[in-house]
Every structure is written in C-alpha cells, then in structure tokens.
C-alpha cells in the first residue's frame, strides 16, 4: 500500500515538474505572444538614411482604418503583381508586389518623434489622413502639428507629427517578400512610387 502511494507521489510531482518546465519554457520564449515585436523582422528596417533606420514594420500591417473609401477605378487593382520604386525600407525597391487595397484619400509625408523614446523619424512616408487624430478637413498644410493613431511601427501611435507633405494619389496597400519573408498588407504606398511588373 505504501509503495503504490509512493509511486502515486511520485507520478504526480512528475506531473507537475513536467507542466511547470513547459510553463517556463513557454515563459522563456521570445517567441510569438500576439505583440507587433514577435511580428517584426530586422529585414524590415527602414533604410533610406532620413530617420526611419531601425525602426520595425510588422510583417502584417492589418486592415486600412475604418472610413476609408476604397479607389473607384485604381491603376493598379487589388490582386495586381507590381514593381515597387519606393525605398522606404531595406529590400522595398524593386520588390515584386501584389496589391491587397487600394484608396483614395489624401496621405501625407510626416516628422515625428517617438512615443518609445527613439530617435526623431523624419519624412515618414506614408499616413493617411484616416490615421490622424481629430484631423479636421483634408488636405491639411504642410507644418500642421497632427497626433498619429497608426501603429506601422513601435512609438508611432500617440506620436505627435508634422505634416512635411501631402498627396491625393491613390494609396496602396502591398504585400511583398523581403529576405525571405513575407510583409502583409504593408502601409502605405503611392501611385508614383510603383510599376507594372
């Protein structure tokens, strides 16, 4: 009787140890908890020397913003393959891309600093005039202070930003493969900054 009760014992410390190591290790991992961090690659760094280096897109941007109105007649409609121009990011010119949305609003190029205590982004581009705050009628002027409710990248949200410049194309949505990897409904790109493939 004793013996069995031992083994019992025994079977379930076992148990527990067995679940706590695969508590800790889950614990321990670095590894995708549902934050933008774990969906973040080096590859995605910005690259273009204006302020955005090391700073980390998500590699899915996520749904436009609520109360955008999607492009009537884009150039380039959703699910088209395209050249992109633009270098936003390390490994962006001359990606191959495929069109995941395409809207008309008016985008802006912005200067901000941080929320997350990192260094001033200058020229950022792109964000929507559906990711500002209380932005009032569009365009708004070169210099305008605006706060940002995008998150494209850490410290972005909450930011307050000044507009640099702004454009009525039509703006994209793309997903492309950079080293390997593939970014998702990457916010934003302009007309101008794409090719037909």
């Not at 009787?1 to 067995?18: E, H, I, N, Q, Y």
């Not at 998150?151 to 454009?167: F, K, L």
């Amino acid at each position: 009787m004793r013996s069995r009760g031992s083994r019992r014992s025994f079977g379930r410390l076992a148990a527990v140890v067995f679940t706590g190591a695969i508590v800790f290790a889950g614990c321990s991992d670095n590894g995708d908890n549902g934050s933008d961090v774990s969906q973040t690659s080096e590859a995605s760094e910005a690259s273009d020397g204006d302020g955005h280096g090391g700073m980390e897109h998500p590699m899915d941007g996520g749904p436009a913003p609520e109360g955008m109105a999607p492009a009537e007649d884009p150039e380039f409609p959703i699910g088209r393959e395209v050249t992109l121009t633009a270098d936003h990011m390390e490994g962006m010119e001359g990606a191959t891309a495929t069109i995941s949305g395409a809207f008309d609003t008016t985008t802006y190029s912005v200067s901000f600093t941080p929320t997350d205590g990192g260094d001033p982004v200058t020229d950022h581009k792109w964000v929507v005039h559906e990711e500002l705050e209380n932005p009032g009628e569009a365009p708004l002027a070169e210099g305008t202070e605006v706060a940002i409710t995008a998150d494209h990248m850490e410290g972005m949200q909450g930011a307050e930003a000044t507009i640099d410049s702004a454009t009525e194309e039509t703006v994209y949505m793309v997903d492309y493969e950079v080293d390997g990897m593939m970014m998702t409904n990457h916010k934003w790109v302009v007309e101008s900054e794409i090719e037909p493939a």
